[in-house]
C-alpha cells in the first residue's frame, strides 16, 4: 500500500512532500535504518520536510534517535538555537514550520507535548514570519483538538492561542489516521486544520485506506489561493483522487 501510495503521490510531482510523523513503530533501534533507507526513496531532504510523530519517541531510550536519523529532512534555513524545533523551511512561496509533538508515554497513553521551550520559540519564529509574504504551514503530529484523553496534544490551548494571535494559512497533521478537516481562529479569519489516514493501512473499522493530500497553493492578487486534493487507495488496490476542495 505504501508504495503504491508514493508511486501515485511522485507521479503528481509535488515540489515538495511533507511527513507528518510515525516512521517507526516502537522506537527500537533495529526500525530506524529500514526508516532512514525509505524515508531516501521518497526524496532528498531539500524536497521532504519530516517531524516526528509519538511512535518516533515512543521510549525515552531512543527519544534522540529520529532527530539523530532524519536531522536533514527537519534541518532548518537558519542555524539552530541549541533544539531542532521549532525549524523553519522557506520553499518558493511556502514558510514550513515544523514542531515536535513527541514525548515518550506511559503504556496505552498517545499524547503528545509542545511544551514551554517551544512554545516560546514558536510564538518568536511566527511573529517574526507575520510580516513576510509567505504561505505558512504548520506541521505537526498531534491534532489541535482531540475528544480523546490517551490521544490528544495536551497544550493544544496554548497552541491555538498562538495560532489566532498570528496566524497561519495552513496546518497538517497525522495520529488520528483519519480524513479530517477543522477550522480554528486565525488573525483574519479561520485556518483549515487537515489530518490523513495512515499511509500504510488497508480499511478498517472506522479508518479509511492509505490516502495521502496535494496541495495546490498560490498567490492571487493579495490573497492566497488553495486547493486540496485527496488522493487514496480504492478497493482495487490503485490509487485514485477521492474528492478536490477548495480550502481558500
Not at 170 to 179: M, N, R, S, Y
Amino acid at each position: 500500500m505504501l508504495d503504491a501510495l508514493v508511486a501515485d503521490m511522485q507521479a503528481q510531482r509535488p515540489d515538495h512532500v511533507a511527513v507528518t510523523g510515525d516512521l517507526v513503530n516502537l522506537a527500537l533501534e533495529a526500525e530506524f535504518t529500514p526508516a532512514e533507507a525509505w524515508l531516501k526513496s521518497v526524496g532528498a531532504p531539500q524536497h521532504v520536510t519530516v517531524v516526528p510523530g509519538n511512535h518516533d519517541a515512543y521510549v525515552r531510550a531512543t527519544k534522540h534517535r529520529f532527530t539523530g536519523t532524519f536531522g536533514d529532512y527537519l534541518r532548518g534555513d537558519a542555524e539552530a538555537n541549541g533544539t531542532p524545533f521549532p525549524f523553519v523551511r522557506r520553499r518558493g512561496p511556502l514558510a514550513l514550520i515544523g514542531v515536535s509533538s513527541a514525548v515518550p508515554t506511559a503504556p496505552l497513553m498517545a499524547t503528545g507535548k509542545l511544551g514551554r521551550a517551544q512554545l516560546d520559540a514558536l510564538d518568536q519564529t511566527l511573529a517574526q514570519l507575520s510580516s513576510e509574504r509567505a504561505f505558512r504551514v504548520l506541521l505537526v503530529h498531534h491534532p489541535l483538538h482531540s475528544d480523546s484523553r490517551i490521544k490528544r496534544l495536551t497544550d493544544s490551548r496554548q497552541l491555538r492561542a498562538l495560532l489566532k494571535r498570528h496566524g497561519v494559512e495552513l496546518v497538517l497533521h497525522g495520529h488520528d489516521h483519519i480524513h479530517s478537516t477543522m477550522w480554528f481562529e486565525g488573525t483574519d479569519g479561520k485556518i483549515p486544520a487537515i489530518g490523513v489516514p495512515s499511509a500504510s493501512a488497508l480499511a478498517h473499522r472506522h479508518y479509511p485506506a492509505a490516502a495521502y493530500n496535494l496541495f495546490s497553493i498560490e498567490r492571487d492578487g493579495d490573497q492566497w489561493r488553495c486547493v486540496q486534493t485527496v488522493r487514496g487507495l480504492s478497493e482495487d488496490m490503485r490509487v485514485r483522487q477521492i474528492r478536490q476542495i477548495k480550502l481558500t
